[in-house]
Each structure stands twice: as structure tokens, then as C-alpha cells.
């Protein structure tokens, strides 16, 4: 069984090779079972795996039969797999990983990588996991509709993770280090399909759409830093935000907002720009209150700041800095960068060029730092 | 946990200590980390060193003394400074060497304190 499993995480991530270049099959895990057979086939032919893995798999494959059949079942083993992944008894930190390995089958190196952790840490965190979904006794199982929502919810934070992969600023990372962007939307594409009646699913995935769609553009052809508002609308990708658009129209049909849909729904109300030519900062403002209503985040009520500081002036969004408490900004260098600019702008040199520093020795990305280092002498 | 950062630096970090165009940029980037650091209440200590050229290698063998000139190894990247930093654990003390410059110029290694 376990080689099976790992003949079915090869296949996932040759499809990952493969979808990019030639689209997607139109009944992807009857495509991916067929992609398996073949890895597990190949795989006894020259590794000389153990020849039980091969019934196995057959077993799986008997289990499903025809291609409609292998759809149902296959999904409702995935789910469960993903909520397993996500489990409440499982360390946060660990869920992401956890989902990452067995879901897509992505060694521990390269998401030891993605989220700046030692590769033997991130391994003995795994094995870890591992023994304690073992021992804990947690169930292989589709939550009850009673903790659906809450569970659905760990897992979108989970591929969310993914997708970020640990960075503070998931708009304005740098595009070479793409982290685990591609992996993050499979898997959202993935849970969105195998929850139709979850808009938050449909959320996040519209959120990831319309954050991927940027990513060229968040460097000029020089390798500059380029802010999502002086971006050049025509690097966007018109292709990737049609989807997100519908996607999130989807979501919000159900009538049951939510963090993703909200955060898509900002992502949104940037991207009018290439239509309208302008950005409705009111707007944006309003959507960040009502995400901080979803609970809290200081990612939330710095996007806030910012907005509040285009729509009105930089003393209203400098207010709004000046209350979140300075312990929990410590390290976070989207507070800082933005204190610094409208410290700026409010006549205040000095501060401002402290707030810099600090931004800029908190930021990982050389371009960044170089954007806000031309910035703070302007 | 103490931990080390060491920084190693190219050929290019080294020049742009000096170089015209580039001291700017490379002394207000060290600065600024340094000032994150301080500012974050995580720094212990630490120090910028000259350059490799301005090193001497000491060895005793057999009794007899080896003095040579330049760093006991000479490789692509070298030495160029180290901090010394306190934090709960290996992984904050990555988080702090990813933002070292060097980071994405050269490399940056961490490595925890003895306890002595």
C-alpha cells in the first residue's frame, strides 16, 4: 500500500510538471491513475520494488474500476486525506508539511526549503506527525457537518500556507522565488472541486488567481521592485484573473462571506485598475474592516492602514498603525515599510528614516530592500 | 539559544565595501539588519571583518611554526562578519539569516552557541 501511495505522489508531481505545458486533462485523477500504473510499472521494472505494491495498486484501481467510479472515490479518499492533514491535534506549523508530503508527495528538503526550516527539523517533524496520527488514534474520516466549517477552514489555512510558504508579504515576494505557488493552487483547485458547497474553498482559490496573475509584474524588466499600484496592468495575467473573477462570483452566490472571500475581493477591487484605470481605495478600506471582523490579523490592519491612508490622508493611516501594539510588529516588515512612507509623508524625516532601517533590515528580498533604500533618500 | 551567524561574502561583496557606486547600498543594507536586530532585542555581538587579503593564518606542526598569508582556506565566498544572536530556536534564527544581505549574495550560516 505504501508503495502504491508513493506511486500515486509520483504521479501528482509529474502531472504538476506536465499540466502546465499541456493542460489540463479533462478527468484529471482518471488521467493521474493511468500516470501511477505507469510510475508503479516502471518503478518495479527498474527499482525492483516489492512486487506486493503492485496488487495494491491494482486493488486501488479494482476498487474504482472505470473512469466516473475512480472519480468519486479517489476524491472522497483525498478529502479525508486533507482533513487528516489538517487535523485540530496536529501542530499548525505541521499541517502544511504534513499536506505537502502525503497529498502531493514533495520530499521533506524541498518544504523544508519553501518554509526556511532545516531540512532535519523538517523531517523529524514529519516522522513526528506521522506517529502521532498513529497513536492518537485520528480518524481517516470527513469531519460531521457540526465541525465542517471550522475544519474546512484549517485546511484552506493549510494550502494557503503553501502558498506563501512562510512570507510575510505574499504580493510582493519576489517572482523567481515562487516558493510553492503552483502546488498551493493545485491543491486549492483540488478542494474546491471536491467541496462544491464551500464558498471559502472557492475563495482562497480566487484569492490565489489574482495573486499569481501579478507575479510578473511585481519586477520591471530590470529586476526593480514595483509596487502593486504602479504596476503595469499589461503584465497581468488577463487569462489567470477572468478565472478568479468567476470563481469568486461563484463564492459569493452562496451568500456566505468569508477571510478568503474577502481577501479575494480585495485582490479584486486592485485588479479594476486595469479597466478603470484607478483603484477604489474606499472601497478596499471597507473590505478590510469587514475581514478584520472575520478575526483580527496584523496583516489585516496593516492592509487597512494602507488603505485608509490613499482613500483619506497619511495621518489616518498612521492612526491606524499607531494602535496596533509595537511587541506583535516586532519582525513584521510590512508595518515598518509602510510606518516609514507615511511617516514621510506626514513631515516626519526622522522617523520616517528609523522606520526605513528597520524595514529595510527586516526584508529578505534584495530588490525590496534596494525600493525601499532609493525610497527613504527621495 | 545562542546562535552564530556567519556571514560569507563573494569577491563582489567585498568590493562594493569600497566601490563607488555600490558602498552606499551595501553599508545602509548591514546597517539596517543590524539595527532590525538590535531593535528586535535579539543581538549579542558581533563584528565586520577586513577583508581576506588582510588575514594570517597560524599553524603549529611537528613543533614548528607555519605563518602564511591570506585565510586558512581559500574559497569562492569568505568570512566577512558574524553575529551572534539569542532566540527561541533554529528556526527564528533562520528567519534572521535569510534577511542577511549576504543571504542573496554569497551565504549565510547559522550554527548554535556551545554553552560554556
Request: aromatic content about 6%.
Amino acid at each position: 500500500m505504501a508503495a502504491a501511495e508513493d506511486a500515486l505522489g509520483d504521479a501528482l508531481v509529474s502531472a504538476l510538471e506536465a499540466w502546465p505545458r499541456v493542460g489540463i486533462p479533462a478527468n484529471p485523477d482518471a488521467w493521474l491513475l493511468a500516470a501511477a500504473r505507469r510510475r508503479l510499472v516502471d518503478a518495479s521494472r527498474h527499482a525492483k520494488v516489492e512486487a506486493a505494491a503492485a496488487p495494491a495498486l491494482e486493488m486501488l484501481l479494482g476498487r474504482v474500476g472505470h473512469a466516473d467510479v475512480t472519480d468519486a472515490v479517489l476524491s472522497d479518499e483525498r478529502l479525508k486525506l486533507l482533513f487528516v492533514c489538517a487535523h485540530p491535534a496536529i501542530d499548525d506549523a505541521a499541517r502544511t508539511p504534513l499536506m505537502l508530503q502525503t497529498v502531493l508527495g514533495l520530499d521533506a528538503a524541498r518544504i523544508a526549503s519553501a518554509f526556511l526550516v532545516a531540512p532535519a527539523t523538517m523531517s523529524q517533524r514529519l516522522v513526528r506527525v506521522k506517529a502521532k496520527i498513529r497513536d492518537a488514534g485520528i480518524r481517516f474520516d470527513v469531519p460531521e457537518p457540526g465541525e465542517l466549517a471550522s475544519r474546512v477552514d484549517a485546511v484552506l489555512e493549510a494550502i494557503y500556507a503553501a502558498f506563501g510558504s512562510g512570507w510575510d508579504d505574499v504580493a510582493g515576494a519576489d517572482p523567481r522565488r515562487r516558493g510553492l505557488a503552483d502546488e498551493a493552487i493545485w491543491l486549492g483547485r483540488l478542494v474546491a472541486r471536491l467541496l462544491p458547497g464551500e464558498p471559502e474553498a472557492l475563495g482562497l482559490l480566487a484569492l490565489m488567481l489574482h495573486c499569481e496573475a501579478r507575479r510578473l509584474a511585481r519586477r520591471d524588466t530590470h529586476g526593480r521592485y514595483v509596487p502593486l499600484d504602479q504596476q503595469d496592468v499589461t503584465r497581468w495575467s488577463r487569462a489567470m484573473i477572468d478565472e478568479a473573477e468567476q470563481v469568486l462570483a461563484a463564492a459569493a452566490s452562496a451568500g456566505r462571506p468569508g477571510r478568503f472571500q474577502l481577501e479575494a475581493a480585495i485582490q479584486s477591487a486592485h485588479t479594476r485598475r486595469a479597466v478603470t484605470g484607478r483603484t477604489d481605495w474606499e472601497a478596499i478600506a471597507l473590505l478590510y474592516e469587514g475581514l478584520l471582523l472575520c478575526g483580527a490579523t496584523i496583516g489585516a490592519r496593516v492592509g487597512q492602514a494602507a488603505a485608509l491612508a490613499r482613500a483619506r490622508d497619511a495621518a489616518a493611516g498612521l492612526a491606524v498603525l499607531d494602535e496596533i501594539p509595537l511587541d506583535s510588529v516586532l519582525t513584521y516588515q510590512p508595518y515598518w515599510a509602510l510606518r516609514a512612507h507615511l511617516l514621510k509623508r506626514v513631515g516626519r524625516p526622522a522617523e520616517a528614516g528609523e522606520s526605513y532601517a528597520r524595514a529595510i533590515g527586516l526584508s529578505e528580498d534584495s530588490a525590496v530592500r534596494e525600493f525601499l533604500a532609493a525610497e527613504s533618500g527621495a | 539559544m545562542k546562535y552564530t551567524i556567519l556571514v560569507y561574502e563573494s569577491t563582489a561583496d567585498f568590493t562594493a565595501r569600497t566601490d563607488g557606486a555600490r558602498r552606499d547600498a551595501y553599508w545602509g543594507a548591514y546597517r539596517a539588519y543590524t539595527k532590525a536586530l538590535a531593535d528586535a532585542g535579539v543581538m549579542v555581538g558581533g563584528a565586520g571583518l577586513q577583508p581576506p587579503p588582510l588575514a594570517t593564518t597560524v599553524r603549529l606542526r611537528d613543533g614548528k611554526r607555519q605563518v602564511q598569508d591570506g585565510p586558512f582556506a581559500d574559497t569562492k565566498e569568505q568570512l566577512g562578519g558574524y553575529y551572534v544572536i539569542e532566540v527561541p530556536g533554529l528556526d527564528q534564527a533562520l528567519d534572521w539569516a535569510a534577511r542577511c544581505p549576504s543571504a542573496s549574495s554569497g551565504s549565510v550560516e547559522v550554527r548554535p552557541n556551545l554553552s560554556m
